[in-house]
C-alpha cells in the first residue's frame, strides 16, 4: 500500500523536460495530499506557470524560480529555510543531456548541480527520498551484462554527457551516509507507449524521422549490423516505476536500472518502423566499431550530428542492463515495461503528426514572409 501520507512537498527539477512534466503530474495524480514545488529558471518561469495551469493543478503545484547552480539553489533565505523544513521527497531530474552541450557546462549542471541539490537533502529535516535521475549509458563503453550495483569499473566513455552523469552519480553515493536516497538509470527515454506523444524527435528519433522522410532512399547506416539490442524505454514506464519505488523503505541507498527487460535488435525494430511506413525495403549498411569516427565523415549524416551520431554510437553497444533491482520492487505492482513492437503504431503516429504540423508551419511562414 502506497504510504499517501508521507508525501507532503515534493521538490522537483528538470522543467521544462518531458520527463519532468511527467512527473509532476504522476505525483499530482498518485499522491493526492501532496504538494509539488517546482524548481525553474527565471526564463522559464512564465512557461511552468502556463503549464501548472493547464493540468489544472490549482494550489497543489508552486513554481519556484532558482538554478541548481548557484548556493542555496539561488533561493533566498526564506523560501530556503521553508523548503527544508518541509519537503519530504526530492526528484532531481535535471541534468545536460544533449550531446551538443558544451563540456564545461555538462559538468556543471550534471555535478556541481547535484552536489547542490544534496546539500539541500542534507539541510532537509523530513526528508523521506532523494531520487537521483542518472542514466543507463553511465556504463560507458562497457558491453555485456551491466548490474545495477556497478558503477566505476573503469570503462571509458565516448562523450562527457554520459562522464558527468557518471560523475553526478558518484556524488549521490559518497553521500549515501547522510543522505537517504535512490538512483534511476533509464535507458534512452522515447515517448508515451499509449500516446505516443514526446517533446522532442532527438536521438533513436533521428532514425525513424530518415525512414520517414519522403525521398530518402540512402542505405541507413547502422552499426554491427544492428545486432546489438535496442535499449529504449517509454516514459510513462519510467515515471510509474519511479513513483512506484521512490516509496518503498526499502529502495533507499540502491540503484535501479529502468530499461526493456527484453530489448529487440536494433535491426528488427528499424525493419519493423519502415513495413509500418510503407517503407519495407528499407536498405541497412552495416558499421564496424568506432562508429562516431566514422559518421562524422559522412556529409549527410554529420549534418545530423551530434544527436544522430550519439545515438547511433548507444545503438551499436552490446549492453544487456540487468534490472533485477527494479524487477523485485515493482513484483507487487501492475507496472511492467511494455514491449517496444506493443507502442510502435503510437509512436510512429505521433512521429508523422508532429513532422506534418512542422510542414505546414513552414509551409505558411513562408507564405507570410516570402523572403524568409
Not at 522537483?12 to 524548481?39: C, D, H, M, R, S
Not at 527515454?189 to 506523444?197: D, K, L, M
Not at 501492475?334 to 510542414?359: E, H, N, W
Amino acid at each position: 500500500m502506497p504510504h499517501k501520507d508521507r508525501w507532503q512537498v515534493c521538490f522537483l527539477t528538470g522543467y521544462p523536460t518531458f520527463l519532468a512534466k511527467n512527473l509532476v503530474e504522476g505525483i499530482l495524480a498518485w499522491y493526492p495530499q501532496a504538494i509539488v514545488a517546482l524548481l525553474v529558471q527565471s526564463k522559464y518561469h512564465k512557461d511552468a506557470k502556463a503549464f501548472v495551469r493547464k493540468i489544472g493543478a490549482g494550489r497543489r503545484a508552486r513554481v519556484v524560480t532558482g538554478d541548481v547552480l548557484n548556493m542555496h539553489l539561488g533561493l533566498s533565505s526564506d523560501e530556503y529555510s521553508i523548503l527544508t523544513n518541509n519537503v519530504t521527497h526530492i526528484f532531481h531530474a535535471a541534468s545536460a543531456s544533449f550531446a551538443g552541450t558544451p563540456e564545461k557546462t555538462a559538468y556543471n549542471i550534471n555535478v556541481i548541480g547535484t552536489r547542490n541539490m544534496l546539500d539541500l537533502a542534507s539541510d532537509a529535516r523530513n526528508l523521506g527520498r532523494f531520487n537521483h535521475f542518472s542514466s543507463a549509458f553511465v556504463s560507458g563503453g562497457r558491453t555485456g551484462v551491466v548490474t545495477e550495483d556497478e558503477l566505476d569499473r573503469g570503462q571509458r566513455f565516448t562523450d562527457h554527457i554520459q562522464r558527468t552523469k557518471f560523475l553526478a552519480e558518484k556524488e549521490v553515493r559518497a553521500a549515501a551516509d547522510r543522505v537517504p536516497a535512490s538512483v534511476f538509470r533509464p535507458s534512452m527515454v522515447v515517448g508515451n507507449s499509449i500516446t505516443g506523444e514526446v517533446d522532442r524527435l532527438e536521438g533513436f528519433y533521428s532514425f525513424v524521422k530518415l525512414i520517414l522522410t519522403p525521398g530518402f532512399n540512402l542505405p541507413l547506416p547502422v552499426p554491427r549490423r544492428g545486432a546489438a539490442p535496442l535499449n529504449v524505454v517509454p516514459v510513462d514506464f519510467v515515471t510509474e516505476a519511479a513513483l512506484h519505488i521512490a516509496d518503498r523503505d526499502d529502495a533507499a541507498g540502491k540503484t535501479f536500472h529502468l530499461v526493456d527487460p527484453n530489448p529487440l535488435p536494433v535491426r528488427k525494430v528499424l525493419e519493423m518502423i519502415a513495413k509500418k511506413a510503407g517503407r519495407p525495403g528499407l536498405s541497412i549498411v552495416p558499421l564496424p566499431g568506432r562508429v562516431t569516427e566514422i559518421l562524422s565523415k559522412v556529409k549527410w549524416v554529420s549534418r545530423l550530428s551530434p544527436a544522430y551520431v550519439n545515438a547511433t554510437d548507444i545503438l551499436g553497444r552490446f549492453t544487456i542492463y540487468n534490472c533485477s533491482n527494479t524487477i523485485a520492487a515493482l513484483k507487487d505492482s501492475a507496472i511492467t515495461c511494455p514491449s517496444f513492437d506493443g507502442y510502435a503504431d503510437r509512436m510512429l503516429d505521433f512521429v508523422k503528426g508532429s513532422l506534418s504540423r512542422q510542414k505546414e508551419a513552414e509551409a505558411e511562414k513562408a507564405l507570410k514572409d516570402p523572403l524568409a
